[in-house]
């Protein structure tokens, strides 16, 4: 923001950046990830920070300006030796210079900054400007964009004066215009001036009226074409005397200060710049360094604040409660709306000012993650490395997720509440397969090689998850397997030994889990036939399976999933369910209907979601309520045997 030409707001023209570019927006739960492409052309000085911003103001990016938590930085520099009643200071666009106008001896000082936009470091440059001619009470002072045009207020006239600078910003080449625009009719206790971006709009702040009142010219920074517009409404509710104020660079915010009391408070506008939009934001930030305070600025990125007085007679730096703006793409802006769209835009920052908006992100819309859940994989040779996704706590279809890294079906699923993994499963050709994928629940794309499991299991393998490890077991793999497997979900690598089950077998396809243990069973398919007998492991203690209890008929490639208390076990028309921290066999549920094979399941802490061959519909039942299945929405592709995951199961509990 380059405040160093007295109050201008928004950027250099020439040395300001050129926009970002090709912006777009990922959405999120609450939250969208905005990227872009930098500018080539970064002005006269490097890029400092990005601001982002959604196009109707309803999430904002991080950034400063964030008053309510700023803190005093213990720096200040003091204006007594050239005037001990100062009454407005400013900054030139890259904080190396400062200008200070005081009412005791009714002149404009001139500073320089060693370090910018530090006031601890300011001297004085022995150079000033005399505008008692015109003034003896002056209140603020302002320049237009390129140095070459002065402006002072004050009370003794009601009046803003207009003068010339010879030498660009060097007050004591300036001379008196014969340029003045009343402001009497207005208030009778002008306080403060600020132009906007173009210089066609003047802002004067007045503590008689409490308002701001605009001022529109039809020729820039040429006070005798200006003609009163438009005041705002009164400040009183928050400052009955206010003398300072500032708006952020897009216009969109306003910061208005006093000394009673002493504080700064927020506002917003609705329209950038439009004194009849200004709402209040409840958010102020009160000080105690200055009790008599006549300004409120920013250095050019916001992240510090000042304020100075005549009861001190010095300006003071705080720290905003932000940093700083981001430096680079992407920025997640949080706190957004799920279901709401939003379209973003991007402002690029260097030391000389911003640059114009980006063109506008599409429109892009958060949606809530908790309960997604993926179907990994399928019988379809033709569409086996095919996720889809949906909602567990929405009825609704199947969409596309992204593809496996290879066709597969029938292998296990394991999941942390940000992480799917899909292991092994038999490929189109009848291979066991020894490979692992995993994706991100927040991103639809498609699956990266996570490792191998110790040994391939294809047709039906039992599996499932606390919120860190994932376990693999049985399946086939050239002959029928006992092995017990498992992954840390959080970190890519190979499976690690676990422990056996008994007997060997594959088809069992399924498993869960209440985040302590890990419940599988049934399978079929060996030299002893379907199976009905139940198994369980404690996930974080490797070891071998101990027996649970048994299923009420044995069955193979069932689906069997839970909430942190209940599992439920569906296949053909059967729906069973048992307590997982509790041993012991299966119980009635209820009927599945229409009635599927080779079935799979997932859930969240309320619902089951069962799919199955022969069809592409899904069917739910509520986990906590025994009862018949209730239509639940379709899938793109026919899940039979697909790999189940949720961010939400309950081994994640």
Not at 85 to 105: C, E, K
Not at 366 to 392: C, E, H, K
Not at 547 to 563: E, K, P, Q, V
Not at 619 to 641: C, K, M, R
Request: charged share 10%; glycine share 12%.
């Amino acid at each position: 923001m380059a405040k160093g030409k007295g109050g201008f707001i928004g950027q250099d023209g020439i040395n300001a950046p050129d926009p970002a570019t090709g912006v777009t927006g990922t959405a999120g739960d609450g939250q969208v990830t905005v990227s872009w492409t930098a500018p080539s052309d970064v002005g006269g000085a490097a890029i400092t920070g990005y601001s982002v911003q959604s196009a109707d103001g309803s999430g904002v990016g991080p950034g400063p300006y964030d008053i309510a938590n700023a803190s005093y930085d213990s720096k200040s520099f003091g204006f007594s030796g050239q005037d001990a009643n100062m009454s407005d200071v400013i900054f030139n666009d890259d904080g190396t210079r400062m200008w200070m106008v005081g009412g005791a001896n009714d002149s404009v000082f001139a500073y320089s900054l060693s370090t910018a936009y530090d006031v601890s470091t300011a001297s004085y440059d022995s150079v000033s400007f005399s505008v008692a001619s015109q003034e003896t009470a002056p209140q603020s002072v302002a320049f237009n964009d390129d140095g070459t045009k002065m402006y002072v207020t004050g009370f003794s006239t009601d009046a803003v004066y207009q003068y010339s600078l010879s030498t660009a910003y060097n007050v004591s080449t300036a001379s008196y215009d014969s340029v003045s625009l009343d402001v009497s009719s207005q208030d009778t206790a002008p306080q403060k001036i600020l132009w906007n971006p173009d210089g066609t709009k003047l802002y004067m702040l007045g503590y008689a009226s409490d308002k701001i009142s605009q001022y529109n010219l039809s020729s820039a920074y040429n006070l005798s074409t200006a003609s009163f517009s438009v005041s705002s409404a009164s400040f009183s509710s928050e400052t009955t005397v206010p003398t300072g104020m500032t708006f952020t660079p897009d216009g969109t915010k306003l910061f208005v200060g006093g000394f009673t009391p002493a504080t700064v408070f927020q506002y917003s506008l609705s329209t950038a710049y439009d004194l009849t939009t200004i709402s209040y934001d409840n958010i102020s930030f009160s000080y105690t360094e200055e009790s008599d305070n006549r300004v409120v600025m920013f250095n050019n990125d916001g992240t510090y604040l000042y304020v100075a007085g005549p009861n001190s007679d010095k300006i003071y730096q705080y720290t905003s409660g932000i940093a700083g703006y981001p430096t680079a793409s992407p920025v997640t802006i949080t706190g957004l709306t799920n279901g709401t769209s939003y379209t973003f835009n991007v402002w690029a920052i260097n030391p000389f000012g911003w640059s114009t908006a980006s063109d506008a992100s599409g429109s892009v819309s958060p949606v809530s993650l908790t309960g997604r859940a993926i179907w990994n994989g399928n019988t379809d040779a033709s569409n086996s490395t095919v996720m889809q996704y949906f909602l567990i706590p929405t009825t609704g279809n199947a969409a596309d997720f992204g593809d496996l890294t290879v066709g597969r079906r029938g292998g296990g699923g394991m999941s942390s509440s940000t992480r799917s993994l899909a292991s092994g499963g038999t490929s189109n050709s009848g291979t066991s397969q020894n490979v692992i994928d995993f994706v991100e629940f927040a991103t639809l794309s498609n699956a990266t090689d996570f490792g191998d499991l110790t040994v391939a299991s294809g047709n039906g393998a039992a599996s499932g998850s606390s919120s860190t490890r994932g376990i693999h077991a049985l399946g086939a793999g050239g002959s029928y397997t006992n092995v017990i497997q498992y992954n840390t979900i959080a970190s890519a690598g190979n499976a690690t030994d676990f422990g056996d089950a008994s007997p060997a077998r594959d088809n069992v396809c399924g498993g869960c889990s209440n985040g302590t243990r890990l419940v599988f069973g049934g399978g079929g398919y060996s030299s002893s036939g379907s199976q009905s007998k139940m198994e369980y492991i404690t996930i974080a203690s490797t070891g071998n399976s101990a027996d649970f209890g048994d299923l009420a008929a044995a069955t193979f490639i069932y689906g069997m999933s839970s909430n942190s208390t209940r599992g439920i076990v569906a296949r053909g028309t059967d729906i069973q369910y048992i307590t997982i921290a509790s041993t012991g066999n299966s119980t009635t549920f209820g009927t599945l209907s229409p009635s599927r094979g080779d079935c799979t399941s997932v859930s969240d802490s309320t619902r089951c979601v069962i799919t199955g061959s022969g069809t592409d519909d899904m069917d739910y039942v509520t986990i906590a309520s025994t009862g018949n299945s209730t239509d639940f929405g379709d899938l793109q592709v026919e899940g039979q045997q697909a790999m189940g995951t949720s961010n939400a199961h309950g081994g994640l509990s």
